[in-house]
């Protein structure tokens, strides 16, 4: 029954879902919309014997307003991005941009401040992928029924700005919800034994990382400019222009470098330790990651949080330094074969990647944190790398090139799969703590919205006060 309470949740309870974590935002990882060439998209038929609706607001929560046209432009919104309407109500897409308009506005209440320099960090990352979809920015603004690309920007700013807001105030929500293992336990003896959840075919993976060396001559060449760029800007040039123009990080550099980051945030250790050692203003020296080096400008301290922005240079890698890196790896791989070493002893000894050194090799899922990785969810380019390995093949070198544009060789190898099975106490206990984790946020955002819809002034008119909406947004 519990587990079927939560895959029966209406649009409202899945959106819910949706925010672990919408983090990532950032993150590090963000949503990307996908915009298809407006001629695709079926406009919403209006019957001609019927009389077209004068748009107008048909809900007001605190200090936003609703327009019906709003209800038109989320369905537009999820038929853009490929997702299915058909089972979607007026009502549920109300009560969805209800829940939207209640975080933002008690995001404001609760002096959550989203910066200028974000929402133009998240519009020009967004236009940019827009672009690259359809191909002419006129096209989007089109998309959207805008006159012209200032109007568009203008329109869109505000909405950024809204939905940064959103997502700041359920992150805080579910930021302070932590969950025990009693907690688990006692979630997991609640689901009758018909209802346990089934887990897909698993696997654990293990890898090995050769780096190619790069020369003392190129690091100095990308420390020397990267010195070079901090004196322009310290003769009064322009941090984020100079992060678009030559920042080799593609997450930061079409937003000017811009990063807003606590402790807890992640990025990897060096990066931090220089991020939260420099005073506002200051820019730091060059300095080393896994990634190239960097230098970091610090735009704002706000508490625990820094605004600041970076540009990333990876040194050249010359071909000779790939050769030998190949030959290299060609020795560990041979060894294993030749069974003189195991793969795990391999990666403890020779392996180039700290985070899984000392580990054997073995990967960590990113998702779930755990070493299993479900096959229908592994990563294409990962599930393409180790479908066809036996238990204990070592694969051929394997070039590998990152993000960030570096490149590497690597040994991978699979070393356990699990099958298809029912939920085991035991054996799935990450994933259960998971499940256990999100109804609890469910509760926590529930208990949220009950306590704000009663001190928020909400007003709902005409034919929607008839909907039967999740939460008690009428006041019954």
Not at 201 to 217: G, L, N, T
Not at 249 to 273: C, I, L, Q
Request: overall charge neutral; some cysteine.
């Amino acid at each position: 029954m519990l587990l079927k309470k939560l895959r029966l949740k209406t649009i409202n309870c899945q959106f819910v879902l949706t925010i672990s974590f919408l983090l990532l935002f950032n993150t590090l990882t963000r949503a990307q919309e996908i915009i298809k060439d407006p001629v695709a998209v079926k406009p919403v038929e209006v019957k001609s014997n019927q009389k077209q609706k004068i748009d107008g607001i048909i809900a007001t929560v605190g200090d936003y307003i609703i327009l019906d046209s709003d209800i038109d432009k989320g369905y537009l919104e999820i038929a853009s991005q490929g997702g299915s309407i058909k089972d979607v109500t007026r009502c549920q897409m109300l009560g969805k941009l209800l829940e939207d308009k209640l975080y933002a506005h008690q995001a404001v209440q609760d002096s959550i401040i989203v910066s200028d320099a974000e929402v133009k960090g998240m519009m020009d990352e967004r236009l940019n992928y827009m672009v690259q979809q359809i191909g002419d920015i006129n096209k989007v603004v089109q998309y959207y029924k805008k006159n012209s690309v200032e109007e568009f920007k203008t329109y869109f700013a505000d909405i950024l700005k809204e939905q940064k807001l959103a997502s700041e105030m359920q992150k805080k929500i579910i930021d302070g919800v932590e969950i025990t293992p009693e907690e688990v336990r006692n979630f997991f003896k609640k689901i009758p034994k018909e209802e346990l959840p089934v887990f897909g075919a698993e696997m654990e993976v293990a890898q090995i990382v050769v780096h190619p060396k790069i020369s003392d001559v190129e690091k100095k060449k990308v420390i020397d400019r990267l010195n070079g760029i901090k004196k322009d800007v310290e003769d009064g040039a322009s941090f984020a222009t100079k992060a678009v123009l030559y920042s080799q990080d593609p997450s930061s550099s079409p937003n000017g470098g811009y990063y807003k980051m606590t402790r807890k945030t992640a990025f990897v250790k060096e990066f931090k330790d220089v991020a939260f050692s420099l005073q506002e203003g200051e820019i730091s020296v060059p300095f080393e990651t896994i990634y190239g080096y960097h230098i970091i400008k610090i735009d704002k301290i706000k508490g625990q949080e820094v605004e600041l922005r970076h540009i990333l240079i990876a040194p050249t890698v010359s071909e000779d330094a790939l050769k030998e890196a190949k030959e290299r790896i060609n020795v560990i791989r041979q060894k294993i074969i030749d069974k003189k070493v195991t793969f795990a002893e391999a990666a403890r000894t020779e392996s180039d990647e700290k985070e899984t050194r000392a580990n054997g090799g073995v990967l960590i899922n990113p998702n779930t944190q755990d070493t299993r990785f479900e096959l229908t969810k592994m990563d294409p380019t990962l599930y393409t790398q180790v479908s066809n390995l036996k238990d204990d093949e070592v694969s051929q070198p394997v070039l590998d090139t990152d993000p960030q544009g570096k490149k590497s060789y690597k040994l991978i190898t699979v070393t356990k799969r699990i099958e298809e099975h029912t939920a085991d106490y035991g054996k799935d206990y990450i994933k259960i703590k998971d499940l256990a984790l999100k109804e609890k946020q469910i509760k926590a955002i529930a208990k949220w919205f009950d306590e704000k819809i009663k001190e928020t002034y909400i007003k709902i008119i005409g034919e929607y006060r008839d909907c039967a909406f999740t939460n008690n947004w009428l006041k019954k």
